[in-house]
């Protein structure tokens, strides 16, 4: 029999280990090399990645090899673009520069013009980068805004509308707010024209995401109940008539994470490791973990911890003030997260209010993030819109059971504790500072009974969140799409 091949082209504005702000880097991460593993004798999925190589990303591969240039002609405009190349479990991964992606610049920054220079630069160099390689693509995976373009683009590429099969179009939705506006100038001056689907309202016509969402073969909400969601004006943020009208093409595939960085039995960042059957070495990890931020080592006191970027989206304002409501409880709590200046003014008073049991860290910490994983008992996760979530995953991972609104891929992941005392984390309805403090308070009482809540937290532990079944949904796509 024959081995068939799936050429994918799968772009990220970031993809840890190289860099990581959010889920999204995650994500970029560790799918490319799920669905290339589950290449098998009948077909071969040639998946490659590409991000922009920003600074920070030169530091950490000071050496790389560049691989060639080339000219990036566009509205009367030409762009020296430069390709790097690397690997990353297998797979080819392509790092891009050029001069809109300035070496001192943030990954996002508060500065939209600078980004939508940057983001629009990429997706149309990485249009280039199939011919520059000479390798055919049968799939063009966008993710989010900052690569939507290419999406859009694609079909204006002479290269591409005259290969037969025409390459399909995925876009994967992991935040729909984030949609590029700002990037009008930066449109005309890159030459691109505007979309022109009659379903998209005016105004998102000349903004990236919604410009490559209406040329997608594919949308892709991470995860079922978001992919409802998105219909509905409470979410679909003025999209929700659009993405009716694209209803047969919206298709909600749920994030997996990588079993090789988030793992209690094998993670290196963690002071014991640990799993389902022997908790003990959890324990430990509490007591380093609160010995290290310098709160008192209380074993029977639950330890909640949030990491989170400090964003409105999150309900960090929601986690911190539901904290103050029940603060006569025996509790104590870790925050690590940055963002929002509002926000971490907010959880720093906090801190100030409550000494002995509240610790704060302003900071992005991956490490420490694996030991907070590791050492606390609930995470707090209480957030307004959630398309999928990892940390909630991460979390049950670690035994460390979510407190979290029930919305998105929150929804679809946790099972709520029930009277039996069955479930793996804790659901609330409304964003509110009640139901989130109600929330806390019923996963305060449940830690109470030490025997049940090993067995929540064995239960947690043995769920299913490795990529294995959605790396397969995106196989399944794919060939879908191409047959
Ligand atoms: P989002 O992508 O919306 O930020 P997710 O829950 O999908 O949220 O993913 C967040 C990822 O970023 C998780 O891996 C989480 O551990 C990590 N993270 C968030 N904030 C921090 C931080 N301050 N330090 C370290 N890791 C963080």
Redesign the pocket.
Known sequence: MSQRQINILFLASEADPFV????????AGSLPPAIFDLSNDSVKYDIRLALPFYGVIKKKLPNLSKIGDFPLHTGGIIIQTSIYEHTLNGIPVYFIDGTPIKENDPVYGSNFVADAEKFVFFSLACLELPRFLKWRIDILHANDWHTALAIHQLSTQAVFRQSSPVPKKIITL??LPFMGAGSEDALTRFGIEPADDPHLPTWARTIPLPMGLASADRIVPVSRSYAQEILTPDFGCGLESFFKSRSEKIMGII?GIDGSVWDPATDKFIKNNYNNESLTGKSICKATLLNEVGLQNQPHTPLIVL???M?Q??GVDLAINSLKMIENQRWQAII???GDSKLENAAQDLENALPEKVRV?I????A??HRM?AGADIFL?PSRY???????L?SMRYGTLPVARSTGGLKDTIIDVDKHGHGTGFLFAEATVNETAKALKRSIESYSQQEKWNSLIKNAMVQDFSWKKSAQEYCTLYQNLIE
């Open positions: 990581k702000i959010g889920g999204l880097g995650d994500v992991h935040n994030n990491i989170s970027r964003d989206q999150k690590l997260g940055s860290k900071l992005f910490d991956s420490l993030s994983y996760m959630e398309p999928c979530g990892l940390s909630q991460i």
